[in-house]
């Protein structure tokens, strides 16, 4: 990650907790429910962030549950799970201080597009994953509605002076579509078992517009729902759930 977004990323996380976290988005709802019948046993999240969907993972899945941090804030909240708690950084040059093999799953959400040596860690992510393990990953898929709409009208995908995306600028160094992930992901080893596209539910942003108009939320969410019978190129932010030496037809869940 960039130097200069670090401090930004710091202040958006002061004052926030588990209990206190307005920006919910709607992968963290996803989990434990998408490893469906796979019986993960040792499963790390990568980047835990504040620990909303370890949490969710530690309350409601059997499991040996690492997590891993570089903020402060988030660690301390981290350490309240109880869970095995590491702090490496991700982006760095040299190998991750994990062992060959030894996870079932790998969560890496909302991270790469953050990373400047990311052929790298991906490598690296190959490497720790059992051969019949499973990496569920996921980035903000550029060529979504969500994204194209605003730079038809001429707007930037984040702007630099804006509040509400000023640390995206600075902190979103890698821009991926649904399709370019699949393709870079296949030359590292990886192929799509299922893509999982979530309906707008349990965001903060889709909480506030049903609390105006539930009419208007129900129209959203539908409206949603047959785009992505369509395809998993208009999702903003499908979890996409990588295996290595897979060689089925994936599948596509909308949840």
């Known amino acids: 990650m960039r130097t200069d977004s670090k401090a930004l990323e710091a202040d958006r996380m002061q004052g926030l907790s588990v209990e206190n976290y307005p920006i919910l988005h709607e992968r963290h709802r996803l989990f434990p429910e998408i490893f469906e019948q796979r019986n993960h046993k040792n499963i790390i999240d990568i980047s835990a962030g504040m620990g909303i969907i370890a949490k969710r993972i530690k309350d409601n899945y059997p499991c040996y549950l690492s997590c891993n941090e570089v903020d402060e804030t988030c660690l301390k909240q981290l350490e309240k799970l109880q869970v095995n708690l590491s702090s490496f950084d991700l982006d760095a040059t040299e190998a991750l201080p994990l062992e060959d093999q030894s996870y079932d799953a790998i969560l890496c959400l909302a991270t790469i597009e953050h990373l400047v040596n990311v052929d790298h860690f991906i490598t690296e992510l190959h490497r720790v994953l059992k051969d019949s393990g499973r990496l569920y990953l996921s980035v903000p898929n550029y060529a979504a509605l969500y994204w194209m709409i605003p730079l038809v009208m001429g707007k930037t995908f984040h702007d630099p002076l804006d509040p509400k995306s000023r640390y995206e600028f600075y902190a979103h160094i890698r821009y991926f579509t649904y399709h370019t ?8 080893g990886f192929t799509v078992d299922t893509v999982y596209l979530p309906l707008p539910e349990g965001s903060s942003h889709f909480m506030k517009i049903r609390s105006r108009s539930k009419a208007i939320a ?17 999702h903003q932010e499908p979890v996409v759930c990588f295996a290595k030496n897979y060689h089925e037809k994936p599948r596509k869940v909308i949840l």
Request: charged fraction near 20%.
């Open 181 to 188: 992930l699949v393709e870079y992901m296949e030359h590292f």
């Open 218 to 234: 129900f129209l959203i969410r539908n409206f949603f729902r047959l785009f992505y019978l369509a395809s998993p190129r208009w």
